[in-house]
Nanobody, 120 residues
């Protein structure tokens, strides 16, 4: 099972970016998916998550600016980031809680990080 993240880059304050993450390989079921971010020297923090029933949760710092969505047919999760601020600069990691087979336990899977830089 692999999670492939994409969409990071550099943007000016106030700009927008969309991150994408696609799960591939042996996938029986995906429960929830989401995004964490990490700044060097700080703990990884949850940015947003979305359940299989499309219930969402956001960090207070991104509410009203970021929108998480998923496409179950594509095993994908997206993060639309608007009104970006310099403090949003971080490496963003996607994750998914999945069962690779119907006899597997639920487990966390992580994608590689994608760097988002917000700077003028």
């Amino acid at each position: 099972v692999q999670l492939q993240a994409s969409g990071g880059g550099s943007v000016q304050p106030g700009g927008s970016l969309t991150l994408s993450c696609v799960a591939s390989g042996s996938i029986f079921s995906i429960h929830h998916m989401g995004w964490y971010r990490q700044v060097p020297g700080k703990q990884r923090e949850l940015v947003a998550s979305i359940t299989s029933n499309v219930g969402t949760d956001y960090a207070d710092s991104v509410k009203g600016r970021f929108t998480i969505s998923r496409d179950n047919a594509k095993n994908a999760v997206y993060l639309q980031m608007n009104s970006l601020k310099p403090e949003d600069t971080a490496v963003y990691y996607c994750y998914a809680v999945m069962r690779p087979t119907d006899w597997s336990n639920w487990a966390d899977y992580w994608g590689q990080g994608t760097l988002v830089t917000v700077s003028s």
